[in-house]
């Protein structure tokens, strides 16, 4: 591989939802990168075509596998910054192939991180964790009421859960991500690699390929405007706290802008209590935004399903000056947008959208 002639980014998973989203905006910044990604998952070669159409000369692809330690080396030592976002990111997945999604999830962090480590200077990593990490929250008292479960704990009710939580690994994937969560923080501490740990919720916005096991968002918008029924699995009434994928990327950048003070810490990364939705609330808008209502199958709950999570997010803003959250119900008819013109679908119903910077992304 040979790397340009000034040092490139690296974005593992850079032609995925996320990281074809980071890679965007890296390349529109001016800089080289690195998208290293497998190409496995559906779609992603669009995203990856999308990106060398749109930054000609700036993204360099090396298609290929995280748990290949050798050209990961490569790709490490070559760049100045490392965005480890590469993943199998589906619970399911992690019950039907535990080892693969172990190989995956921990080793490939693991050959990031000994690829940094071996660095005379080693570059940041910025890692994308998962709000899994806390696992169920069984121990949370909750109440139904008419948006979803909430907690009971006014504390938690007002402003989420917060890095102090205890971990709590559930499911295979749970663990993967978990144990390598805690490798990247232990590299920061016993090895000097600068790095930082983001612990997201759910992630939404334009490239976002959603299916039933990953990316529920824009999986129940593709579904409504097919015009097919969306499974809920259990009650529909989980409360999740959803964020606008540019919001997502500006935590990264800002991350890696500040990793002099951040490194060795951990940070959750959502869309916090003013974007916390059920399930149900979600569908109920789509309804709107397409005019016509949703299709519901009903099904049992799924391993390790969180009732309720919300993200605390107060130390994020801090410590890396994030600003305003695109509010959900814009972000979300935004997507449906996109997904019915990249789809060939018919178009929702016309809403009033505010550019992308006038809503604080």
């Not at 001016?30 to 779609?43: C, E, I, K």
């Not at 070559?78 to 997945?93: E, G, I, K, P, R």
């Not at 149900?280 to 390790?304: C, F, K, N, S, Y």
Request: glycine share 10%; charged share 20%; proline share 7%.
């Amino acid at each position: 591989m040979s790397p340009p002639q000034h040092r490139p980014i690296l974005v593992t998973g850079g032609a995925g939802f996320i990281g074809s989203n980071l890679a965007d905006r890296l390349a529109a910044a001016g800089h080289d990168v690195l998208v290293y990604d497998s190409l496995a998952r559906p779609g992603v070669g669009a995203n990856l075509d999308w990106l060398q159409a749109r930054h000609r000369g700036r993204i360099h692809p090396v298609v290929a596998d995280i748990r290949d330690a050798a050209l990961l080396r490569e790709a490490v030592q070559a760049s100045s910054a490392v965005f480890h976002l590469a993943a199998q990111v589906a619970v399911t997945t992690s019950l039907d192939r535990p080892r693969e999604d172990m190989e995956i999830n921990l080793l490939g962090t693991f050959n990031v991180l000994e690829a940094a480590h071996g660095c005379e200077t080693p570059p940041p990593v910025i890692f994308a964790s998962t709000n899994k990490v806390y696992g169920d929250l069984g121990d949370l008292e909750l109440r139904l009421d008419a948006e979803g479960y909430v907690p009971v704990d006014p504390a938690i009710r007002a402003h989420g859960v917060d890095e102090r939580r205890p971990l709590d690994f559930h499911t295979p994937y749970g663990c993967s991500k978990g144990a390598a969560d805690q490798y990247v923080l232990d590299h920061a501490r016993s090895f000097g690699v600068p790095a930082a740990v983001l612990r997201m919720s759910c992630i939404y916005g334009e490239r976002q390929m959603g299916t039933e096991d990953q990316g529920w968002v824009a999986h129940f918008l593709i579904r409504a405007l097919e015009g097919k029924p969306i499974t809920l699995y259990g009650d529909g009434q989980q409360v999740r706290d959803v964020l606008d994928v540019q919001n997502a990327v500006d935590a990264y950048l800002a991350a890696w802008r500040n990793i002099d003070t951040v490194s060795g810490r951990a940070f959750n990364l959502g869309g916090g209590p003013p974007n916390a939705i059920s399930l149900r609330m979600l569908i109920a808008h789509i309804g709107e935004l397409t005019g016509t209502p949703v299709q519901i199958v009903e099904a049992d709950w799924r391993p390790g399903d969180q009732r309720y999570f919300v993200a605390d997010t107060r130390l994020a803003g801090e410590a890396l000056g994030l600003g305003a959250k695109v509010p959900w119900r814009i972000g979300v008819a935004r997507l449906a947008c996109w997904l019915a013109d990249e789809r060939r679908l018919p178009a929702p119903r016309s809403f009033a959208v505010p550019p992308l910077r006038a809503v604080g992304a």
